[in-house]
């Protein structure tokens, strides 16, 4: 039952991102083993570049749509499934696509993947992912929870190391509105979970 689940999940993502007309898809908490290879592997119309980990706990993969004129160069998994970096031409321009999941407890992660893009990064880097953190507490946060932010200081300096720019945030600083948020039930405070911005999209400036 499980299994039928997750392939099911798996199916309502990539019939979104067709409706989207999506040509490259970064999907993190993935939770992919060995022996949950064929649920991205198998996905029709889009070419999967992903970490294998372990099927309760973290994961990153990054889609890219078949149709799109596409060319691989290379790419890096960070063995515990906490990001992917897939160098490669699309429509003949070249870009350093990174995938990133930064799990709560983990406070070396995007160190270590500074200092690995910094070496390796070509053409334009767009960096995506769950980073367990936000960086504005007023926009990024529906309500005030009092929770301290330790991965906060770590994504400053990855952001800062690598000259990065927050495009969503950039042509949307005034505003609460989110691609990606907790869902709640307004009508019963008891159980609404706070709206918070975790996941962004960054590119490189030059």
């Known amino acids: ?15 979104r991102l067709n409706e989207l007309q999506a040509s490259v898809a970064f999907l993190q908490e993935t939770h992919i083993g060995i022996n949950d ?5 198998d996905i029709d119309g889009w070419e999967p570049y992903f970490s294998v980990h372990h ?5 990153v993969a990054i889609l890219i749509k078949n149709e799109s004129s596409f060319e691989h160069i290379k790419h890096d998994i960070e063995p515990t499934g906490s990001y992917i970096v897939l160098i490669c031409k699309l429509y003949g321009k070249c870009f350093t696509l990174v995938n990133v999941y930064n799990h709560a407890k983990e406070h070396k992660v995007l160190q270590c993947l500074s200092e690995y893009l910094r070496q390796t990064a070509r053409g334009v880097l767009i960096v995506a992912g769950d980073f367990n953190t ?10 005030p929870t009092g929770h301290a ?11 800062s190391s690598l000259m990065l720019v927050d495009v969503w945030g950039l042509k949307n600083c005034c505003k ?5 948020r907790f869902p709640w ?3 019963k405070q008891k159980n609404k979970k706070h709206q918070v911005r975790r996941k ?5 400036q030059d």
């Open 55 to 59: 099927p309760c706990s973290k994961g």
């Open 37 to 41: 290879v064929s649920h991205l592997k």
């Open 134 to 143: 936000v960086l504005n507490t007023d926009l990024d946060r529906q309500y």
């Open 200 to 204: 962004r999209r960054w590119v490189h």
């Open 185 to 187: 039930k307004p009508s």
């Open 176 to 180: 609460r509105d989110s691609f990606t």
């Open 1 to 15: 039952m499980l299994q039928k689940i997750v392939v099911r999940n798996y199916i309502s993502i990539v019939q």
């Open 149 to 159: 932010e330790p991965l906060r200081p770590y994504l400053e300096e990855f952001i």
